[in-house]
């Protein structure tokens, strides 16, 4: 009896179980109601004519780090739409507003039988790009019966991850086996993922290193820049619950000797925000929270960016940018978007998810990491006294952002067989 098959008899006996998990998620905010039938493999929109690519990303950060590739896909000769499926609302609501035009997005069904059915019988995709380490049993089976071409795009295994895949014996090469090509971030992935089973495993870079710089209102930076106007200040960004009281306790210790100090602070989530801003203001900071149309004034110590989709802007009022999820054990957020916004750069210690930029930023003396809050006073501090330093350490990291220059040609190039068969899959009707 296999895992896999466990697995499934599970997922089956199970179903009404996730239904109920996901009307409680539901309850949290973590659903959109309106949509909660495509987490069931429910189409809410049509499918549109013609070759159709599947893009599959789980969160926010896969999901922007493959906009520059939808673009790419849709200027194929066979114009394919392209579907983007994701799994959380936030990355539903930036793919909403960043999606290139012929883009469609949809929630990701959950991993039952039934959903995987419903999902492939109404898109019948002709081509399936998956990202990172995403991998569903029951979906994957699914798509492997159908015959549906599918590719794993950026692929990498956390520690934790490849540890876990091994404890369940053959699963993960079995599951792998269901794709035709998998393009890892680096060599270390590749050996991951051929260790697990993985075939036809190619090292391509990091498609992260392709991004545009993030997006910003104009107007609302220029509204910023004149409220902070000659205010020393620094950014918090993309911050994990207990990592604001870190930020708060910076703050206090450098409001003494850099008068007028402004924090600024972005948390990882927005629902966040309303719980730091308590626990901040519990502390004795005076803060302003951005989504509550708090206003940035001369007496405020802290303010709190909990909006969406404005992690640009805030990139881009700072010249120091400490960058979340790296002192708590989460492993850390992209730190190549401060990169290309002229910051310098500041971490902690948890950053295996960016294991690889991390170091290549280190070694360019681009980034300091930190593990207390007293050494991230102590980094904070030294910057603000010498701008200069920081200026030399944010054009490093720039120069380490621009470094895989051609990661988007050398995946294309490596999708091309894929893509010059679209068109005749269309034809005869994608995968029933």
């Known amino acids: 009896m296999t895992v896999f098959f466990l697995y499934r008899t599970a997922t089956v006996l199970g179903a009404p179980g996730v239904r109920l998990y996901l009307r409680w998620r539901l309850r949290r905010g973590k659903e959109d109601q309106a949509r909660l039938p495509e987490r069931l493999g429910v189409a809410s929109i049509p499918r549109p ?36 499926t994701t799994g959380t609302v936030t990355s539903a609501t930036l793919m909403a507003a960043r999606l290139p035009e012929g883009a469609l997005h949809q929630f990701s069904p959950v991993d039952l039988p039934s959903a995987a059915m419903r999902f492939l019988d109404h898109w019948r995709p002709d081509l399936a790009l998956w990202v990172e380490s995403e991998f569903w049993p029951n979906l994957l089976a699914e798509m492997r019966r159908r015959g549906l071409p599918a590719v794993l795009v950026n692929a990498r295994l956390s520690d934790r991850s490849l540890r876990g895949w091994r404890r369940l014996g053959g699963l993960a090469a079995e599951l792998l086996s269901g794709f035709r090509l998998a393009l890892a971030q680096s060599e270390e992935m590749a050996d991951r993922l051929r260790s697990l089973g993985g075939r ?26 004149d409220a902070i106007g000659g205010r020393p200040c620094w950014l918090a960004a993309s911050v994990h619950p207990g990592e604001e009281r870190v930020t708060g306790q910076v703050h206090r210790r450098l409001q003494g000797c850099h008068p007028g100090l402004l924090t600024l602070l972005v948390p990882r989530h927005p629902t966040l925000g309303a719980k730091m801003a308590a626990d901040l203001r519990a502390e004795g900071l005076n803060v302003a929270r951005r989504a509550a149309g708090e206003a940035l004034e001369a007496g405020t110590d802290l303010y709190l960016a909990d909006t969406l989709g404005e992690l640009g802007l805030f990139y881009r009022l700072a010249p120091i940018a400490f ?25 902690g210690p948890h950053v295996e998810n960016f294991a690889r930029i991390a170091e290549a930023m280190g070694g360019a003396e681009a980034a300091l990491q930190v593990a207390t809050a007293e050494a991230l006073a102590s980094a904070v ?19 380490v952002a621009e470094g895989e220059a051609g990661v988007l040609d050398r995946i294309l190039e490596r999708l091309r067989p ?4 679209l068109g005749g899959r269309s034809r005869e009707g994608g995968h029933a």
């Open 49 to 84: 004519d013609g070759p159709l690519i599947w893009v599959h990303a789980a969160s926010v950060g896969e999901s922007l780090s493959i906009l520059p590739l939808v673009s790419r896909l849709r200027e194929e000769p066979s114009a394919p739409r392209v579907l983007v």
């Open 200 to 225: 036809n495993v190619a090292c391509v870079g990091n498609l992260k290193y392709a991004a545009d710089p993030l997006p910003v209102v104009a107007d609302a930076l220029a509204r910023l820049k």
């Open 323 to 347: 960058v979340g999820g790296s002192l708590v054990p989460h492993g850390g957020q992209n730190l190549l978007e401060p990169a290309r916004l002229d910051c310098a750069i500041l971490h």
């Open 381 to 399: 501090d030294s910057l603000l006294q010498d701008p200069e330093r920081g200026r030399r350490m944010a054009a490093s990291a720039r120069h």
């Open 418 to 421: 894929f893509l010059e068969s």
